[in-house]
Each structure stands twice: as C-alpha cells, then as structure tokens.
C-alpha cells in the first residue's frame, strides 16, 4: 500500500476520502513504515474511553466510527480541502439510522478538534440515503452522495439540496459494455442494439455531462463529483467538472499531457491540442435542455421507477460491496484487537 504522504507530496490533493476499506488496508500493512502514524490513530480509536463502556455490537459500531474519525482527523492535517466520511452502509435503507450516525460522526470529529465545515458525510444514493442527506442539510451538515448510477438519483439528491453528487463513470461504463443493447437514456434517441458503443460515444461520460448540466441549470450550489476515471481520456472529456477523482496511474499519464494546471479545479486540454474540447461548464449547462418530467420534484415512485435497469442492479451491487467492505473492517477490528493484547 502506496505511503499517504507519497500521494499527497507528489499528487498534492485537495481533498481526501475515508472508507472501511481504507482502514482494512492499513490494518492488512503492520510492518509498513508508511502507514505507522495512521495504525497509531486507529489504535488510538480502540482504546477510546466512550467506546469501551458499551457493549456489543454498539461497541463495535463505536469503534468503527471512532476510528474513521480519529483516521480522518489525522488526514486532515495533510489536505486543505474537505473529507468525506463513510457511514455504515448496511444502514443504507434507514434514513433515521443514517442522520443519527451521521451525527455521531460529527460529534466524534469535533471532540478530535477538527471543524465540521471539513467534514463531508459520504451517504449511499437511496432513496433513503438522499433522504438521510436532505435532513442533515437542512441541519447544515455538507452530504456527499455515492452510488449514483442514473440521472433520477442525481435529480433527487440535488432536490434533496446534497453538497457532492458522485456519478461512477468506470461502473455504468462496464455495465453499458456487458449489456450493449440496453436503452442507454429513457427519454433519449435509441441507439442501434447491436455492438459495442464507441469511446467517442461513452453512455458513463453523457450521463455525468447531463447531471452536470441539470445542476448547474437548475442547482448551480451542487457540487459533481466524477469517479471511476480510469484513462487520460476519459479525464480530458470531463475536464471541468467540479470534482474529479483519479488513480496515480491516470495522473501520471495526466502529467504527460499539455494541460493547464490543476485537474481538480477546471482541467482543459490546451488549446493546440485537436480532438478534445471542453464540454462540461456552466454556459454549456445552460443551453442543455430538459423535459418537464426530467426536472419535476422526485418522489419515491418517481425515483423507483427512473433508476432502470442500470441504476438498480448497480445499487445494489454498489450498497453490497460497502457491506461486504465493512464486514471485513470488523474482521481486521477483531483481528487486530486480540493481535494487541
């Protein structure tokens, strides 16, 4: 596992993110120097006073969220930007079990001596978890929404007033290749059902553009976040998207690229480079055009209805795998603990 401060002195990060699976890999490493600091703080979180005096599973749920604190607080020190925090995804059904840990969350980050307003809770794109995100909004606490695979999960979190939209493009990619006669856009032109779609003519890079041109028409305060960015390409034609999230394989081929500084703050391909054009901003946002339908308010039938075929399996793909990820965390948890006795 590659040393944080090697990413970040090489990479220079503006914001960072904090996941069970990232705690397992640092439990997975013990003899790795790199990674000592960051083992002291989930230790640290173990042994944490409030924690110790319950029992069980809440002991446990304690701990997890102790120790994505006490990791996240520590990363904070390294990144000026915000961090985005993980919360149980086996909550992700429960609205009310996702706003009260959340609060936890918060209320853990702050006794660590870190500000709220560098924290992001990272929350499954549910119905639930949207709606789990609109309270806590509402309660100025800054949302970040995962697992968004379909623009009415996009619509819905930013009618819900969510800080980050995340679409996966690497995801809905793969799911496009494997299934190459589904109707990539409801109520979009059809497209031939026979062979592969073309990188020219990626279903994932059109349904990022079209959430970022409904909110930056229709909620210019939401954030979007584009992750599974898994080639240069793919970097350059959603260069100015707000957010990007990349490997150091593609930022390392980024690098090679005649580029104005700063992927994270409006990537643009130079101007002498032909082929590549800069799709994604505001004025563009504004000429897109959106069926009354496309933009009324979402409600749950709305939002059942509007995932598709994509959206569905792909959600509950995306909420298992967090599961999956967690129930390891509480492997490692255990592991490590008896380790340390």
């Given at each position: 596992m590659q040393s944080i401060e090697s990413l970040v002195?090489?990479?220079?990060?503006?914001?960072?993110?904090?996941?069970?699976?990232?705690?397992?890999?640092?439990?997975?490493?013990?003899?790795?120097?790199?990674?000592?600091?960051y083992k002291a703080a989930i230790e640290r979180a173990m042994r944490y006073e409030k924690c110790s005096m319950l029992h069980g599973d809440e002991r446990l749920a304690c701990v997890l969220v102790a120790a994505m604190c006490s990791l996240g607080a520590l990363i904070s020190e390294s990144v000026p930007g915000r961090i985005s925090m993980e919360l149980d995804p086996r909550l992700a059904y429960d609205t009310d079990g996702l706003v009260k840990r959340a609060k936890a969350t918060c209320e853990q980050f702050q006794s660590m001596g870190v500000s709220t307003d560098r924290l992001l809770?990272?929350?499954?794109?549910?119905?639930?978890?949207i709606q789990a995100a609109k309270s806590l909004e509402q309660e100025g606490i800054a949302t970040h929404v995962i697992l968004v695979y379909s623009f009415v999960q996009a619509v819905a979190a930013a009618q819900a007033g969510c800080s980050v939209i995340q679409p996966n493009v690497g995801h809905i990619r793969d799911w496009f290749s494997k299934n190459p006669g589904a109707i990539r856009d409801p109520r979009g032109p059809r497209q031939d059902s026979g062979g592969l779609f073309q990188d020219t003519d990626n279903p994932a890079i059109?349904?990022?553009?079209k959430i970022y041109n409904y909110c930056k028409q229709q909620?210019?305060?939401?954030?979007?976040?584009?992750?599974?960015?898994?080639?240069?390409?793919?970097?350059?034609?959603?260069?100015?998207?707000?957010?990007?999230?990349?490997?150091?394989?593609?930022?390392?081929?980024?690098s090679q690229t005649p580029t104005l500084q700063g992927?994270?703050?409006?990537?643009?391909?130079?101007d002498e480079?032909?082929?590549?054009?800069?799709?994604?901003?505001?004025?563009?946002a504004k000429e897109a055009r959106f069926t009354p339908e496309e933009t009324?308010?979402?409600?749950?039938?709305?939002f059942q209805e509007g995932l598709g075929q994509v959206g569905m399996e792909l959600l509950d793909t995306g909420?298992?795998?967090?599961?999956?990820?967690?129930?390891?965390?509480?492997?490692?948890l255990r592991e490590y603990a008896v380790g340390s006795e």
């Open positions: 002195d090489t990479h220079k990060p503006t914001a960072a993110t904090v996941t069970s699976s990232v705690l397992t890999g640092i439990l997975a490493n013990p003899t790795s120097q790199g990674l000592s600091q809770i990272r929350l499954p794109g549910t119905w639930e978890g059109k349904m990022v553009e909620h210019p305060d939401v954030k979007i976040m584009a992750a599974g960015v898994r080639s240069k390409q793919e970097a350059l034609e959603l260069a100015g998207v707000d957010y990007i999230v990349l490997s150091p394989r593609v930022l390392d081929a980024l992927y994270n703050d409006g990537l643009r391909v130079a480079q032909e082929g590549v054009h800069t799709q994604l901003c505001p004025a563009n009324a308010p979402v409600t749950k039938q709305l909420v298992q795998r967090l599961v999956d990820d967690i129930t390891r965390l509480e492997t490692s």
